[in-house]
T-cell receptor, first 112, second 113 residues
């Protein structure tokens, strides 16, 4: 059973546009929701994370929106830049063993 | 800036040979993870340590994979014998608190021929 479902699989936006990636989960025991950015040939890098006690967290151009009742969270990248072109992964954690489980990823391409 | 160190960066091995990967987590991080990432997919957890103890190895193919963290610091992941389907990126990560703020190393790209 997939712990977290991520969409879309790929996304193309123009420079200056807004990129939105979504994730949905089922287990209400999850209490930590990070987003990771990965460039080709590199390990994933922690971008931003949220706990369920807040509905939104913003760090620079990156914002997480969290909807506890819908069991969904999303990453918004404002003013998208070509340097943001990468694969983005959502993840979930919590419950009995605090295992960090990743979504399948979204390949973002920002055109100049 | 503290980093998770992994070696080697790249490894090519023949089918049926043994291969080992090494990871040195960020100092003070008690939780260490080994993930496998197939090209185009998300990282999949193979094993999670808390200090020197395994807390999750449910997805580790134990007939051929083994992992240890003897002194609760650095860790080794071994595959014996390697199979063609083991070709992937092997990622190590560490965190100070289990399941949160995990920092990844650069990974080891394994190719089995």
């Amino acid at each position: 059973q997939q712990q977290v479902k991520q969409s879309p699989q790929s996304l193309i936006v123009q420079k200056g546009g807004i990129s939105i990636i979504n994730c949905a989960y089922e287990n209400t025991a999850f209490d930590y929701f990070p987003w990771y950015q990965q460039f080709p040939g590199k390990g994933p890098a922690l971008l931003i994370a949220i706990r369920p006690d807040v509905s939104e967290k913003k760090e620079g151009r990156f914002t997480i929106s969290f909807n506890k009742s819908a069991k969904q969270f999303s990453l918004h990248i404002m003013d998208s830049q070509p340097g943001d072109s990468a694969t983005y992964f959502c993840a979930v954690s919590g419950g009995s063993n605090y295992k960090l489980t990743f979504g399948k990823g979204t390949l973002l391409t920002v055109n100049p | 800036e503290a980093e998770v160190a992994q070696s080697p960066r790249y490894k090519i091995t023949e089918k049926s040979q043994a291969v080992a990967f090494w990871c040195d987590p960020i100092s003070g991080h008690a939780t260490l993870y080994w993930y496998r990432q197939i090209l185009g997919q998300g990282p999949e957890l193979l094993v999670q340590f808390q200090d020197e103890s395994v807390v999750d190895d449910s997805q580790l193919p134990k007939d051929r994979f083994s992992a240890e963290r003897l002194k609760g610091v650095d860790s080794t992941l071994k595959i014996q014998p390697a199979e063609l389907g083991d070709s992937a990126m092997y990622l190590c990560a560490s965190s100070s608190i289990p399941g949160t703020e995990a920092f990844f190393g650069q990974g080891t790209r394994l190719t089995v021929v």
